[in-house]
């Protein structure tokens, strides 16, 4: 839904290939795909996702991957804390390990960690991998927890399709763990 409304501004989406070379061509920037085919650019735009920058932590000593922490945001050093994007932390609905990279985890952690470096006990219960809110040429798109779904793992899952809006739920043991809102995202 959202690529045909994207499609229809007179953007063209090509996916499913990767970006082999960007360099000047006779007719200048050139891009060139997996697919071979090669793209005229004025401006190259990437998005690769969130690295943490742990150089600080690993140097005082402190365990890395991204910084870890326990559940009260506390790392391996004792009165020393971290928040946000640059922790590992745990997905709330699923328990894998991840870098979550969104301002409302890193608000939430940042909290929390300060109310325990302030000498509270609060623990914080993991991220959601995926949380985004955005507006794809006009279509509003919410998209968080489980959307993506692992095959077989026993999850039930409810779509719905009318006109212009999508609806997906996903339930794991009769709790909400994934919803995906397409069009019209009340509710
Ligand atoms: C272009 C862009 C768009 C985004 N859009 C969204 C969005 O729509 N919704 C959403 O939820 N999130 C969005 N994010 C992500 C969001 O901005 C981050 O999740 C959030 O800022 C993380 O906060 P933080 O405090 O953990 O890290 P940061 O905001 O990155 O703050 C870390 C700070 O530490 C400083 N620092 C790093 N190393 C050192 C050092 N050695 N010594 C001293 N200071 C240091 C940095 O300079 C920086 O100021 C976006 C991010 C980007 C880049």
Redesign the pocket.
């Known amino acids: 839904m959202v690529r045909q409304q994207v499609e229809a501004t007179g953007v063209c989406v090509i996916t499913g290939c990767d970006v082999m070379e960007i360099g000047r061509g006779s007719e200048g920037e050139e891009v060139v795909l997996s697919t071979g085919q090669t793209l005229l650019a004025h401006l190259v735009v990437i998005g690769k996702g969130?690295v943490p920058?742990v150089?600080?932590a690993r140097d005082a000593g402190i365990g890395v991957g991204g910084i870890l922490v326990d559940k009260y945001l506390q790392t391996s050093i004792p009165d020393t804390y971290a928040?946000?994007?640059?922790v590992e932390t745990a997905d709330i609905v699923t328990g894998e390990s991840i870098v979550?990279?969104?301002?409302?985890?890193?608000?939430e952690?940042?909290r929390i960690a300060g109310e325990n470096m302030a000498g509270g006990v609060t623990e914080y219960e993991g991220a959601f991998k995926r949380?985004?809110?955005?507006e794809v040429a006009c279509i509003p798109v919410i998209a968080g927890g489980v959307v993506d779904l692992p095959p077989d793992k026993g999850y039930q899952v409810y779509t719905s399709r009318r006109g212009d809006t999508y609806r997906k739920l996903v339930l794991w043991d009769h709790a909400l763990v994934g919803a995906l809102l397409v069009g019209e995202i009340e509710g």
Do not use: C, F, H, K
């Not at 928040?83 to 640059?86: L, T």
């Not at 949380?131 to 955005?134: C, T, Y």
């Open positions: 969130v920058n150089e600080l928040a946000g994007d640059v979550s990279g969104t301002w409302t985890n890193a608000t952690m940042g949380l985004n809110a955005l």
